[in-house]
């Protein structure tokens, strides 16, 4: 039997505006040798994730560029094939950042591995890893909710928008979300409870549907898209608002940022509070977050979907799908069976 071939997508341009699939380019390499101290492994399933587009620049920021002509990278699931490392043995499921590729070889570092009894293995890339965790943190950390508050969560059905808005309505809060297809808002509001779901492209005049939406005006605001449903909301804040400032993907594809927001003076006279953070800067609060929201998806009180995309050469197109609101919940690649 021919050795497998390690197929790997690499950064062939820096995109101008919104990436195009000729900004990728897929290659197939030999599979790497394993080495003492060392394993390899077979990814699974790996995460496309929007803060990819900003390493698809050249530019300095909290995450390092993707270097053109290299693989990129990105988190991932993957089993262990071989192993000549005393941590690690053939079978085992590891998380790592070694996405973007269908096989690595590593010396351990990095890699961490992940209990597949405990959740299905793809949920640790999405509801249980990096996406829902920035939701958990930032709600409660920045967002500080109260039962009986209102919470607006923007991006509602997507990864960190649908888990930060069903621990919304576990906490009490009365939940808004704002989505992109009136498909999204109505699992929003029949599948997880929300007490109301807009479609943003549709709605007209966004400060009047949310108005509509939130009688009692906005205790928190977590913020994922940014642009017009930012500036809608700021309009109608109530004093000592809280917006955890998670994400604003409308403005990613960007090549020089719109004006605006126009009405932030309303954080004045309300006193209100926005504050950005970055996941990883609280990755010693993970285990918190597992424990917490780990029964809610046991007993099914927290749902969750994924859009999966199979195979490394479709990446890209999953990639490129979140910019359209492609997915519903996280959006993820099947790269290969999860046994062999
Ligand atoms: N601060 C951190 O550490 C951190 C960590 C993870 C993620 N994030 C941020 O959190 C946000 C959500 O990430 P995610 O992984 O959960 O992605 P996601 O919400 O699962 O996927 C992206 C969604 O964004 C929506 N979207 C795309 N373009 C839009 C536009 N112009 N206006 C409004 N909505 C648009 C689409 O849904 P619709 O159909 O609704 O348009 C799409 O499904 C992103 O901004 C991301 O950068 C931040």
């Not at 808004?176 to 808002?185: F, M, N, S, Y």
Request: aromatic fraction near 10%.
């Amino acid at each position: 039997m021919a050795p497998p071939v390690n197929r790997q997508v690499l950064l062939a341009a820096r995109p101008t505006g919104t990436p195009q699939p000729g900004d990728f380019k897929l290659e197939a390499v030999p599979v790497p040798e394993v080495g003492p101290g060392e394993v390899l492994v077979r990814n699974v399933y790996m995460s496309v994730d929007p803060y990819m587009r900003g390493r698809m620049n050249d530019r300095k920021s909290y995450a390092q560029p993707f270097q053109l002509g290299r693989p990129m990278d990105g988190r991932a699931i993957g089993r262990v094939m071989a192993s000549r490392h005393a941590g690690f043995a053939p079978g085992n499921y590891v998380a790592s950042m070694h996405g973007w590729r269908e096989y690595f070889v590593s010396n351990g570092e990095g890699l961490s591995t992940v209990d597949e009894k405990r959740a299905p293995l793809a949920a640790y890339l999405g509801v249980l890893g990096m996406p829902g965790f920035t939701g958990w943190y930032g709600l409660k950390e920045i967002g500080k909710p109260k039962a009986g508050e209102t919470l607006v969560v923007s991006g509602a059905a997507g990864a960190v928008g649908s888990l930060t808005a069903q621990i919304g309505k576990i906490l009490g809060c009365r939940v808004v979300g704002t989505a992109g297809t009136d498909e999204k808002c109505a699992y929003l509001t029949k599948e997880l409870g929300l007490d109301a779901a807009i479609n943003y492209r549709t709605a007209g005049d966004l400060h009047e549907a949310l108005q509509k939406a939130c009688p009692a005006g906005v205790d928190i605001y977590f913020e994922n898209v940014g642009g017009p449903i930012l500036d809608a909301v700021l309009r109608i804040l109530n004093p000592f608002a809280r917006i955890p400032l998670c994400g604003m993907i409308s403005q990613y594809n960007f090549q020089t940022p719109e004006p605006g927001p126009r009405y932030l003076f309303s954080m004045i006279g309300n006193r209100a509070l926005m504050q950005g953070f970055i996941i990883s800067d609280h990755v010693d609060r993970y285990p918190e977050f597992v424990t917490e929201v780990a029964p809610w998806l046991a007993s099914g009180r927290i749902k969750y979907q994924e859009t999966i995309f199979e195979g490394i050469e479709n990446a890209p197109r999953a990639f490129l799908g979140l910019f359209k609101g492609d997915n519903m919940g996280k959006m993820l690649v099947k790269l290969g069976p999860e046994r062999e």
